[in-house]
């Protein structure tokens, strides 16, 4: 009776926090608004708030694993990612709180942006969906993983200096969506196709509270989308902006996420 009731208890936290969860990407964008938060603001409000709520409930677990997941690959990944964006012209940001840009064009906002929505998308998944004790923080797998994005960074710096044209080319966004994105999920769902029930419930949240973002960071200003370049575009709620951003980033980006994490940094199953 006595394991009943504690597993009870358990489970109403968790809906009581996935509640808060749901509401709270209304709250941030009522709050941009009322403050015409810049685009850094808008990484505390929707993405430093939550991840700090879920490290908190969460008691830590798993959260020293999850930062240093968030730094070794998404960092490196999203500065050439970016760069590749902005000179395509597949999206801008126009303001920055630094003057200072990585490689005269990556924002700190940017990385800023990639790192803690990293972080929340990954401790969302250890908290509501994938709950266990981790028992190594660093194993073979996440050295390859740190390899492959260096190596990717590396790659991408000798294009920069040695032939930057070959950097520019036609619908950008979905060519390194599809790579970056579409591909690790196919691949993991073939692996694993355990993961498909999580991997659902991660896109229906994520994609909940993304819109949320997109919707808000349009009307502010805070990105655009400066080309015609892209396969096409869906318009929401007075917002129109490219297919590619919709699909990429609003449905797929939690799921992609999951799937490197899996596969070099979790238990992969």
Not at 48 to 62: A, E, G, K, R
Request: net charge neutral; proline share 4%; hydrophobic share 55%.
């Amino acid at each position: 009776q006595n394991g009943r009731n504690t597993k009870e208890k358990a489970d109403m936290k968790n809906k009581i926090n996935l509640l808060i969860l749901v509401i709270y990407p209304i709250v941030a964008s009522f709050l941009s608004f009322y403050l015409d938060a810049n685009a850094f603001v808008s990484i505390l409000l929707f993405l430093v708030v939550p991840s700090i709520f879920l490290t908190f409930i969460s008691n830590f677990n798993n959260s020293l694993n999850v930062l240093i997941f968030s730094l070794v690959g998404p960092v490196p990944f999203v500065i050439f990612f970016d760069y590749i964006a902005h000179i395509n012209n597949q999206w801008l940001i126009k303001n920055s709180i630094l003057d200072f840009r990585f490689l005269g064009i990556v924002t700190i906002e940017v990385i800023l942006w990639t790192y803690f929505l990293s972080y929340f998308m990954v401790m969302f998944y250890e908290y509501f969906l994938d709950q266990k004790d981790k028992i190594i923080l660093w194993g073979n797998r996440m050295t390859k993983f740190t390899l492959l994005f260096v190596s990717l960074f590396v790659l991408f710096l000798f294009f920069y200096y040695s032939a930057p044209s070959l950097l520019i080319f036609p619908y950008a966004y979905f060519w390194l969506g599809s790579i970056f994105f579409l591909t690790p999920i196919i691949i993991q769902l073939i692996r694993r196709p355990c993961f498909a029930y999580k991997y659902f419930y991660m896109l229906i949240f994520f994609f909940y509270y993304t819109i949320f973002y997109e919707i808000t960071a349009l009307k502010l200003g805070w990105w655009s989308f400066p080309s015609n370049n892209f396969i096409g575009f869906v318009s929401l709620f007075g917002v129109t902006f490219p297919f590619e951003e919709f699909f990429f980033w609003l449905i797929l980006l939690s799921t992609a996420c999951i799937s490197y994490y899996e596969f070099f940094d979790d238990n992969d199953k």
